[in-house]
Structure formats: C-alpha cells, structure tokens
T-cell receptor
Framework: ETGVTQTPRHLVMGMTNKKSLKCEQH?????MYWYKQSAKKPLELMFV???????ENNSVPSRFSPECPNSSHLFLHLHTLQPEDSALYLC?????????????FGPGTRLTVL | GQQLNQSPQSMFIQEGEDVSMNCTSS?????WLWYKQDPGEGPVLLIA?????ELTSNGRLTAQFGITRKDSFLNISASIPSDVGIYFC???????????FGQGTRLTINP
C-alpha cells in the first residue's frame, strides 16, 4: 500500500464511450500526476497538478481531460479514445512542487479500448 | 529532452545470484530513485538517493548515487523468486520539474 489508490483497476471501453479514471491520495501531498505506460516504452508523463492547478500538459490529445477538484483527488476523463490509447494509466503524488520530491504511485488502471 | 539509459534491458539469473543494473544520463540529476514494478501494478519506491556519492541499503538492495551525478546503480544480493519484476531508475530534474524514467530492467529468476 503506497497511500495512492486508483479505480477502476481494469476498464474496457469502446471508442465512442465516455469514462473516467479516479485517483485518490491519502498522504497529504500537494502535487499529483497522470502517467501513461505502454508496452516497451518508458513511462510518459501526461499531466501535472500542483495545489489543484495544472502546471504541465505534455501535448496530450484533447480526448484526455484531467480534473483536480482538491489536492487529494485527481480524475482523468476519457472520450472517443483510439485503440492505441490502450495502456496502463498510473497516478502518482508527491509532497511538494513537481520535481522536488519523490513520487509515490498508485496501482494503475489497465485500459483496453476496443 | 533528458533521457536515461538503463542497462541491461533484461536479465535471466538463477535464484541466489547477485544482480547489478545501472542508469546513465548525459545530464546531471539532483536525486536518483529506484522503483520496482510487479505485473499489473504501479511502481513501488525501493530506494531514494539525494547526495552525490551516497550509498544506501534497503535489506538486500544497495544503490549508489554516482559522484558525477550522471549515473546510479542498483545491486540485489542473494536473489529470491519475489525479486522478479521490472526495475526502473528515475532522475529528478528540479529545473524542468519532472521525473525522468529509464526504460526498465526486466528481471527473471530461475528457481
């Protein structure tokens, strides 16, 4: 248990569906992150939030839409995804500003887009 | 952007053997982290290194922060079956405010 939980753990969706991934951290951290992990590729940083404000968006397609309502919760809203978006989506959090502190990861959501 | 070269990409060893893997970078990091990822799970932090030259142990794991701040290694002694997984190094780039990951080392252990 790292103190970061993600739901659902597995998700299968069609290309026309709309779904959301949820992340919750119980560590009192101020920064949260979304990463994408595809087979045989390094972890790709998607979004960074610090104190509920988005501080980085790494050229992610608009079919991925993040939301951070408070410092403990982070969502990733998905719509009209493509099969190549199938991957493990990982949430992480860190104590302070991005780049200054160790990140702790959740277990991930395994997403399959049909 | 910054890249980390992690090697080897995969290792096949016998139970009880020692393991060594490393990461190198063309630029300097202020913090090196080592994570382990089991299938279907997120990476779990093993060791964090904050000072050049630092040598830190966590049970059978030992990691060092290279003196040049451009490399780090991880050693596992007397491997056991539960050591199987993918090990990632990561460098904390404070200037760019991001964590840069290596490609991972997949460890397989034959009993």
């Amino acid at each position: 248990e790292t103190g970061v939980t993600q739901t659902p753990r597995h998700l299968v969706m069609g290309m026309t569906n709309k779904k959301s991934l949820k992340c919750e951290q119980h560590l009192g951290h101020n920064a949260m992150y979304w990463y994408k992990q595809s087979a045989k590729k390094p972890l790709e940083l998607m979004f960074v939030y610090s104190l509920e404000e988005r501080v980085e968006n790494n050229s992610v397609p608009s079919r991925f839409s993040p939301e951070c309502p408070n410092s403990s919760h982070l969502f990733l809203h998905l719509h009209t995804l493509q099969p190549e978006d199938s991957a493990l989506y990982l949430c992480a959090s860190s104590q302070n500003r991005p780049g200054t502190d160790t990140q702790y990861f959740g277990p991930g959501t395994r997403l399959t887009v049909l | 952007g910054q890249q980390l070269n992690q090697s080897p990409q995969s290792m096949f060893i016998q139970e009880g053997e020692d393991v060594s893997m490393n990461c190198t970078s063309s630029s300097i990091f202020n913090t090196w982290l080592w994570y382990k990822q089991d299938p279907g799970e997120g990476p779990v932090l093993l060791i964090a290194l904050y000072k050049a030259g630092e040598l830190t142990s966590n049970g059978r794991l030992t990691a060092q922060f290279g003196i040049t701040r451009k490399d780090s290694f991880l050693n596992i002694s007397a491997s056991i079956p539960s050591d199987v997984g993918i090990y990632f190094c990561a460098g904390l780039d404070q200037g760019a405010q991001k964590l840069v990951f290596g490609q991972g080392t997949r460890l397989t252990i034959n009993p």
